[in-house]
Protein backbone atom coordinates (compact mmCIF):
# COMPACT_ATOMS: atom_id res chain seq x y z
CA UNK A 1 0.00 0.00 0.00
CA UNK A 2 1.71 3.06 -0.82
CA UNK A 3 2.03 6.48 1.38
CA UNK A 4 0.02 9.31 0.83
CA UNK A 5 2.65 12.02 -1.21
CA UNK A 6 4.86 14.18 1.49
CA UNK A 7 2.30 17.63 -0.31
CA UNK A 8 -0.92 16.41 0.96
CA UNK A 9 -1.59 16.11 4.43
CA UNK A 10 -4.17 13.37 5.92
CA UNK A 11 -7.55 15.01 6.31
CA UNK A 12 -9.29 13.94 9.72
CA UNK A 13 -13.02 15.49 10.83
CA UNK A 14 -12.65 17.89 13.81
CA UNK A 15 -15.01 18.68 16.72
CA UNK A 16 -17.33 20.70 14.64
CA UNK A 17 -17.57 17.39 12.03
CA UNK A 18 -15.33 19.39 9.19
CA UNK A 19 -12.62 18.17 7.48
CA UNK A 20 -9.39 20.18 8.15
CA UNK A 21 -5.76 18.85 8.19
CA UNK A 22 -4.45 17.14 10.68
CA UNK A 23 -1.52 19.89 11.19
CA UNK A 24 -4.48 22.56 11.95
CA UNK A 25 -6.70 20.59 13.83
CA UNK A 26 -7.56 22.07 17.10
CA UNK A 27 -6.11 25.75 16.07
CA UNK A 28 -9.34 27.13 14.79
CA UNK A 29 -10.78 27.88 18.16
CA UNK A 30 -7.71 28.33 19.67
CA UNK A 31 -6.33 31.30 17.73
CA UNK A 32 -9.69 33.06 18.26
CA UNK A 33 -10.37 32.29 21.79
CA UNK A 34 -7.31 34.32 22.59
CA UNK A 35 -8.01 37.36 20.68
CA UNK A 36 -11.45 37.48 21.99
CA UNK A 37 -9.57 37.26 26.26
CA UNK A 38 -7.19 40.00 25.73
CA UNK A 39 -10.07 42.20 24.36
CA UNK A 40 -12.15 41.21 27.43
CA UNK A 41 -9.67 42.03 29.72
CA UNK A 42 -8.80 45.54 27.86
CA UNK A 43 -12.33 46.32 28.20
CA UNK A 44 -11.98 46.39 32.20
CA UNK A 45 -9.59 49.22 32.04
CA UNK A 46 -12.14 52.02 31.97
CA UNK A 47 -13.52 50.34 35.16
CA UNK A 48 -10.22 50.66 36.44
CA UNK A 49 -9.62 54.20 35.81
CA UNK A 50 -13.07 55.31 36.79
CA UNK A 51 -13.81 53.15 40.10
CA UNK A 52 -10.45 53.29 41.69
CA UNK A 53 -10.13 57.79 42.06
CA UNK A 54 -14.21 57.06 43.35
CA UNK A 55 -12.64 54.82 45.97
CA UNK A 56 -9.46 57.15 46.49
CA UNK A 57 -12.15 59.86 46.76
CA UNK A 58 -14.59 58.63 49.14
CA UNK A 59 -12.17 57.04 51.66
CA UNK A 60 -10.59 60.23 51.89
CA UNK A 61 -14.20 62.33 52.29
CA UNK A 62 -14.82 59.38 54.97
CA UNK A 63 -10.90 60.59 56.95
CA UNK A 64 -11.64 64.08 56.16
CA UNK A 65 -14.76 63.91 57.81
CA UNK A 66 -12.93 61.96 60.65
CA UNK A 67 -10.23 64.25 61.24
CA UNK A 68 -12.12 67.61 60.17
CA UNK A 69 -9.90 68.57 57.27
CA UNK A 70 -11.43 70.52 54.63
CA UNK A 71 -10.15 68.48 50.98
CA UNK A 72 -6.68 67.36 52.08
CA UNK A 73 -7.57 64.04 52.35
CA UNK A 74 -9.43 63.91 49.49
CA UNK A 75 -7.10 64.78 47.22
CA UNK A 76 -4.52 62.33 48.83
CA UNK A 77 -7.10 59.38 47.90
CA UNK A 78 -8.06 60.35 44.19
CA UNK A 79 -4.15 60.76 43.67
CA UNK A 80 -4.09 56.96 45.13
CA UNK A 81 -6.27 55.90 43.24
CA UNK A 82 -5.01 57.05 40.03
CA UNK A 83 -1.72 55.67 40.72
CA UNK A 84 -3.23 52.31 41.70
CA UNK A 85 -5.34 52.50 38.46
CA UNK A 86 -2.48 53.36 36.65
CA UNK A 87 -0.66 50.43 38.01
CA UNK A 88 -2.84 47.72 37.49
CA UNK A 89 -3.64 48.99 33.85
CA UNK A 90 0.58 48.60 33.36
CA UNK A 91 0.02 45.07 34.66
CA UNK A 92 -2.91 44.24 32.74
CA UNK A 93 -1.57 45.07 29.48
CA UNK A 94 1.91 43.43 30.11
CA UNK A 95 -0.43 40.12 31.32
CA UNK A 96 -2.08 40.08 27.83
CA UNK A 97 0.61 40.80 25.75
CA UNK A 98 2.15 37.94 27.50
CA UNK A 99 -0.31 35.40 27.18
CA UNK A 100 -0.88 36.32 23.58
CA UNK A 101 2.93 35.76 22.62
CA UNK A 102 2.70 32.18 23.88
Known amino acids: MPDCPPRISPRIPDQSG???PENRKGNRRGDSSGYVRAVIQLATI???MG???LVGWWLGR????KVGSDWI????GVA???ASAV???V????RVQRDLDK
Open 18 to 20: WIV
Open 46 to 48: PIY
Open 51 to 53: VAP
Open 62 to 65: WVDR
Open 73 to 76: FQAI
Open 80 to 82: LGI
Open 87 to 89: RET
Open 91 to 94: FLVR
